[in-house]
C-alpha cells in the first residue's frame, strides 16, 4: 500500500503569523495541568463577565427565532444603532450602509487588506503593534512597513517617522488608539496632521479603535472626524472590549458605501453572516444601560496605577504608564538574556504567563506586555513573583 500523499500548502501560508497570546495560554494550561499555579496577565480579554442584561437579550432572541441566515452585511436594527452610536461619539453622520457587521473585528481587518492590497503595494502599520496586522499584510502580498511606535514619545506614533515612511506605493495605514499592547494615545492633533498627510495621496486609513471606552482621563478622538476624512477611511471597533464580550465574536466596519459593499461581498464568500442571536445581543449592549462600561474603566484605572507603580519598584524594569487599553508594556533594561527566554522563564519557573514584546514587532523587543485584565490581588501576587524571578535573571 503507498503512503498517503498530502498535498503541498500555498506559499502565502508560510506569511501567514499568529497571535502569541493564544500560544503562551496554551502552554500555561498545561502546566496549571500538572499542578502549578500561574498568574495570567498573557490574554487580552477582560476578565468581567458580560452584562446580565445583553446575556438575557441573546438568550431572549435564540427563543424568539434569531437563529436563521441573516442579511451579511448585519441586521438592520443592529446597523441603524451602530451607526447612530458611531455619530453621537465622532460628530459625524453615518448611513446604516455604511456598517457592516462581522463575527469579531479581525475580518474587518482581513477583508479591507485583502479588498486593498496586493502584490508591490505597500501598507504602514505600528510597531510595536497587535500582531495580526503584519501578519494579513503579509498573507495578502503586500509590503508590511513598520512605523515605530516607542516610549519616549508616550507610545504616539512619530508623526516624522511616518511621514518618511510614505512613498508612492502605500497604499494603506493602519491606525490603533488606543493601543495594543501599548496602551499607547494618539491625540486629536496627531490625528489631524496624518489626515493632512494621506489626503489627496490615494493612500487610505484603516483606524481600530476596539479600545476607544477604556481611556483614562481624557477623550477619545478619532482620525474619521476630521473634516474630509470619512472618505479616506475604515472605522474598525467591536463589542469585546466594551461590554467584555470576547467570546460572542462580534465586531463591525464603518466604511464609505463603496468598500461597506465589498466587505460584505467578502463576508458572504466567507462567513455568510454573523450570527442573527449575537447580532440581538449586541443591539441591547450598544442601546442598553452604558453602567458596566463605565465602571469597568474605573476599576481598569485603579489597576493599571497599582500595576504600573509596582513595576517600576522592580531594578532594571521601567514602565510608561498607558493612557488607555488594559495593558502595560513596560523595558527591561540591562538584562543580557533574550527577551523571548526570559518570558518562558518567567512561565516556567516563576509562575507568570506575559508576551514577550518581540510578539508585537521589532520595536518591542526589550519589553513585555502584561495585561492588567486580573484581579488586584492576582496582580499584585504576578508582580512580586516577577520581581524575584527577575533577580535571578542575568
Same mark, same amino acid.
Given at each position: 500500500?503507498?503512503?498517503?500523499?498530502?498535498?503541498?500548502?500555498?506559499?502565502?501560508?508560510?506569511?501567514?503569523?499568529?497571535?502569541?497570546?493564544?500560544?503562551?495560554?496554551?502552554?500555561?494550561?498545561?502546566?496549571?495541568?500538572?499542578?502549578?499555579?500561574?498568574?495570567?496577565?498573557?490574554?487580552?480579554? !477582560?476578565?468581567?463577565?458580560? #452584562? /446580565? %442584561?445583553?446575556?438575557?437579550?441573546?438568550?431572549?432572541? $435564540? +427563543?424568539?427565532?434569531? @437563529?436563521?441566515?441573516?442579511?451579511?452585511?448585519?441586521?438592520?436594527?443592529?446597523?441603524?444603532?451602530?451607526?447612530?452610536?458611531?455619530?453621537?461619539?465622532?460628530?459625524?453622520?453615518?448611513?446604516?450602509?455604511?456598517?457592516?457587521?462581522?463575527?469579531?473585528?479581525?475580518?474587518?481587518?482581513?477583508?479591507?487588506?485583502?479588498?486593498?492590497?496586493?502584490?508591490?503595494?505597500?501598507?504602514?502599520?505600528?510597531?510595536?503593534?497587535?500582531?495580526?496586522?503584519?501578519?494579513?499584510?503579509?498573507?495578502?502580498?503586500?509590503?508590511?512597513? !513598520?512605523?515605530?511606535?516607542? #516610549? /519616549? %514619545?508616550?507610545?504616539?506614533?512619530?508623526?516624522?517617522? $511616518? +511621514?518618511?515612511?510614505? @512613498?508612492?506605493?502605500?497604499?494603506?495605514?493602519?491606525?490603533?488608539?488606543?493601543?495594543?499592547?501599548?496602551?499607547?494615545?494618539?491625540?486629536?492633533?496627531?490625528?489631524?496632521?496624518?489626515?493632512?498627510?494621506?489626503?489627496?495621496?490615494?493612500?487610505?486609513?484603516?483606524?481600530?479603535?476596539?479600545?476607544?471606552?477604556?481611556?483614562?482621563?481624557?477623550?477619545?478622538?478619532?482620525?474619521?472626524?476630521?473634516?474630509?476624512?470619512?472618505?479616506?477611511?475604515?472605522?474598525?471597533?467591536?463589542?469585546?472590549?466594551?461590554?467584555?464580550?470576547?467570546?460572542?465574536?462580534?465586531?463591525?466596519?464603518?466604511?464609505?458605501?463603496?468598500?461597506?459593499?465589498?466587505?460584505?461581498?467578502?463576508?458572504?464568500?466567507?462567513?455568510?453572516?454573523?450570527?442573527?442571536?449575537?447580532?440581538?445581543?449586541?443591539?441591547?449592549?450598544?442601546?442598553?444601560?452604558?453602567?458596566?462600561?463605565?465602571?469597568?474603566?474605573?476599576?481598569?484605572?485603579?489597576?493599571?496605577?497599582?500595576?504600573?507603580?509596582?513595576?517600576?519598584?522592580?531594578?532594571?524594569?521601567?514602565?510608561?504608564?498607558?493612557?488607555?487599553?488594559?495593558?502595560?508594556?513596560?523595558?527591561?533594561?540591562?538584562?543580557?538574556?533574550?527577551?523571548?527566554?526570559?518570558?518562558?522563564?518567567?512561565?516556567?519557573?516563576?509562575?507568570?504567563?506575559?508576551?514577550?514584546?518581540?510578539?508585537?514587532?521589532?520595536?518591542?523587543?526589550?519589553?513585555?506586555?502584561?495585561?492588567?485584565?486580573?484581579?488586584?490581588?492576582?496582580?499584585?501576587?504576578?508582580?512580586?513573583?516577577?520581581?524575584?524571578?527577575?533577580?535571578?535573571?542575568?
Amino acid at each position: 500500500m503507498s503512503a498517503t500523499m498530502r498535498p503541498e500548502l500555498a506559499s502565502a501560508m508560510a506569511r501567514l503569523g499568529t497571535e502569541s497570546a493564544f500560544v503562551v495560554l496554551a502552554k500555561a494550561r498545561q502546566l496549571e495541568a500538572q499542578g502549578k499555579t500561574i498568574v495570567h496577565l498573557e490574554i487580552g480579554e !477582560p476578565d468581567f463577565d458580560t #452584562p /446580565e %442584561n445583553i446575556v438575557e437579550a441573546g438568550v431572549k432572541a $435564540l +427563543r424568539d427565532g434569531f @437563529t436563521h441566515y441573516g442579511p451579511s452585511a448585519g441586521l438592520p436594527d443592529l446597523r441603524e444603532a451602530i451607526a447612530a452610536n458611531s455619530d453621537m461619539w465622532r460628530g459625524t453622520k453615518t448611513d446604516p450602509a455604511e456598517v457592516v457587521v462581522m463575527p469579531g473585528a479581525k475580518p474587518v481587518m482581513f477583508f479591507t487588506i485583502l479588498a486593498l492590497c496586493e502584490a508591490g503595494d505597500e501598507v504602514l502599520y505600528p510597531d510595536p503593534g497587535f500582531p495580526i496586522y503584519e501578519s494579513m499584510i503579509s498573507y495578502s502580498g503586500a509590503k508590511p512597513v !513598520p512605523v515605530p511606535i516607542l #516610549p /519616549e %514619545n508616550n507610545f504616539r506614533i512619530d508623526l516624522d517617522r $511616518l +511621514r518618511a515612511s510614505i @512613498t508612492d506605493r502605500t497604499k494603506l495605514l493602519i491606525l490603533n488608539s488606543p493601543s495594543n499592547p501599548t496602551g499607547g494615545f494618539n491625540t486629536r492633533e496627531d490625528a489631524e496632521a496624518i489626515a493632512e498627510m494621506v489626503m489627496g495621496k490615494g493612500i487610505f486609513v484603516m483606524t481600530d479603535e476596539v479600545y476607544k471606552d477604556i481611556i483614562y482621563g481624557q477623550d477619545h478622538f478619532s482620525i474619521t472626524s476630521v473634516p474630509g476624512m470619512r472618505d479616506h477611511s475604515i472605522l474598525l471597533d467591536g463589542f469585546s472590549k466594551s461590554y467584555a464580550m470576547t467570546g460572542w465574536r462580534l465586531g463591525y466596519a464603518v466604511a464609505p458605501t463603496w468598500l461597506a459593499e465589498v466587505l460584505a461581498q467578502l463576508q458572504t464568500n466567507c462567513n455568510s453572516c454573523t450570527a442573527a442571536f449575537v447580532q440581538m445581543a449586541g443591539l441591547e449592549a450598544i442601546t442598553g444601560p452604558q453602567d458596566s462600561v463605565k465602571a469597568m474603566a474605573k476599576e481598569f484605572l485603579a489597576r493599571r496605577d497599582l500595576v504600573v507603580d509596582g513595576l517600576n519598584e522592580i531594578d532594571q524594569v521601567s514602565c510608561h504608564r498607558p493612557e488607555g487599553a488594559f495593558y502595560v508594556f513596560p523595558q527591561l533594561e540591562g538584562f543580557e538574556t533574550p527577551i523571548n527566554d526570559i518570558a518562558d522563564g518567567l512561565l516556567t519557573d516563576g509562575g507568570v504567563a506575559a508576551l514577550a514584546g518581540s510578539a508585537f514587532g521589532v520595536h518591542g523587543g526589550d519589553s513585555f506586555r502584561l495585561s492588567f485584565a486580573n484581579s488586584r490581588e492576582n496582580l499584585l501576587e504576578g508582580i512580586s513573583r516577577m520581581k524575584n524571578y527577575l533577580a535571578g535573571v542575568a
